[in-house]
């Protein structure tokens, strides 16, 4: 069982930026993302990065997003630029032991945390 640890999150105006860090348990090396949720909306991926580095980004988040893994430490950050409204939401940290993609969005989950980003 993996527990995954999120922190960072929180309110910010449109333009700003947040950090967002996951920590796993155990020593296991895991494909991790984040997802994120808005209310009324399916939860989506937005940034995975697989064990060996390889990245991936919603095309939303292109260029004003970036996730790193400290594979020592075990964690995940995703650093946001150039929030925008809409990237207002829950957002979830994954780890699997396949990649992560737009069909399969992680087998572990970590609680959530709230971005708002205020126009």
């Known amino acids: 069982q993996v527990q995954l640890r999120e922190s960072g999150g929180g309110l910010v105006q449109a333009g700003g930026s947040l950090r967002l860090s996951c920590a796993a348990s155990?020593?296991?090396?895991?494909?991790m993302g984040w997802s994120r949720q808005a209310p009324g909306k399916q939860r989506e991926l937005v940034a995975a990065?697989?064990?060996?580095?390889?990245?991936y980004y919603a095309d939303s988040v292109k260029g004003r997003f970036t996730i790193s893994r400290d594979n020592p430490k075990n964690t995940v950050s995703l650093q946001m630029n150039s929030l925008k409204p809409e990237d207002t939401a829950v957002y979830y940290c994954?780890?699997?032991?396949?990649?992560?993609?737009?069909?399969?969005?992680?087998?572990?989950w970590g609680q959530g945390t709230q971005v708002t980003v205020s126009s």
């Open positions: 994954s780890a699997d032991f396949v990649p992560i993609t737009t069909t399969r969005l992680g087998y572990y």
């Open positions: 990065i697989t064990r060996d580095g390889n990245t």
């Open positions: 155990g020593s296991g090396r895991y494909a």
